[in-house]
């Protein structure tokens, strides 16, 4: 069973952390991509489903690709980032189910039902972002999640060569500057959005 976090991981990982806008001029290794996978693989999914498809712009080549696609000011962060991420998501996961879910025949709920797997690809290609921030953060970095981007134009720079799969929202990664931030928007107390049943 887990032990609650301190109040300095809290503050590493939500209560302090940020969304940035730019970076530091300090390099992001490969080591630190492949740690921040080793950590996000975990957070779980719908039957162990795992059907983001993640691709880490590191040359200038892809980010400046990437930055075509989006709009004026995401397509600077893009290119000034260390890194760029695009967050695809597949909707033939469940092609992988028998490797992913050996338990019980869960590649059959899915097939034949692409408007299933695409609700299901969504749902929790969105759940695996979040975690790729959240072990971002855990590990020291800072990341910048946006939208502000054509869809289609990602998908065919990205994964024109993977049909089935489609982008659902890219990040800046790196080192955060905290000249780049604004001040931090409200974060209603918990009777605003919440009730108890």
Same mark, same amino acid.
Do not use: C, V, W
């Given at each position: 069973m887990g032990q609650p =976090?301190?109040?300095?991981?809290?503050? *590493?990982?939500?209560?302090?952390?940020r969304t940035?806008?730019?970076?530091l001029d300090k390099p992001v290794a490969e080591e630190q991509l492949q740690a921040i996978w080793d950590v996000m693989k975990f957070g779980p999914t719908s039957a162990n489903q795992l059907p983001a498809r993640l691709v880490w712009c590191v040359s200038d080549d892809a980010k400046e690709k990437l930055a075509g696609c989006a709009s004026d000011s995401n397509a600077d962060k893009i290119r000034k980032a260390p890194v760029s991420v695009v967050i695809g998501?597949?909707?033939?996961?469940?092609?992988? =189910?028998?490797?992913?879910?050996?338990? *019980?025949?869960?590649?059959?709920w899915f097939d034949g039902n692409l408007d299933l797997r695409k609700a299901s690809a969504f749902r929790n290609s969105s759940l695996q972002g979040?975690?790729?921030i959240i072990a971002a953060r855990a590990l020291g970095l800072d990341t910048g999640p946006m939208s502000g981007f054509d869809g289609g134009a990602v998908d065919k720079a990205f994964f024109?060569?993977?049909?089935g799969v489609t982008v659902n929202f890219i990040s800046t990664l790196g080192y955060g500057d905290p000249s780049t931030?604004?001040?931090?928007?409200?974060?209603?107390?918990?009777?605003?959005?919440?009730?108890?049943?």
């Open positions: =976090l301190d109040d300095t991981a809290l503050d *590493t990982i939500f209560r302090a952390a940035y806008n730019g970076y998501m597949d909707e033939n996961f469940h092609e992988y =189910l028998p490797e992913l879910f050996p338990h *019980t025949d869960a590649k059959s979040a975690y790729f024109a060569d993977q049909p931030i604004f001040d931090r928007s409200p974060r209603p107390d918990f009777a605003k959005f919440n009730r108890i049943a």
